[in-house]
């Protein structure tokens, strides 16, 4: 990536402000950030979201990436041979699913 003056000069002084300790004494310093709010999230599809949570549903997009980080891994683990090559398929399978879900 490369880096333009602007980000060099942002960088520079985000670095002189931490030397400075200008970050030290910040509300909630410290604490974890709630990202429960989902801020770059549709105020519409952030109540989906809750409402699903609340529900204890986990939407269909989640449960796809968790079974291709799975998938993944197996594939990774696999030397060359059948069950590698199911594996692929499966992963194929399990991409084109979720570009799809994506895609409505």
Do not use: C, H, W, Y
């Amino acid at each position: 990536m490369i880096m333009s003056i602007f980000d060099i000069l942002a960088e520079q002084r985000i670095a002189d402000a931490i030397r400075r300790g200008e970050f030290d004494n910040l509300p909630g310093a410290g604490r974890p950030l709630d990202l429960s709010e989902e801020p770059f999230v549709p105020a519409e599809r952030r109540m989906v979201n809750r409402i699903l949570k609340n529900a204890g549903v986990t939407p269909p997009e989640i449960g796809l990436r968790k079974q291709i980080v799975m998938v993944r891994q197996a594939f990774s683990n696999k030397p060359e041979g059948p069950e590698r090559d199911a594996l692929r398929s499966e992963l194929g399978r399990l991409l084109l699913e979720l570009a799809a879900l994506r895609g409505r």
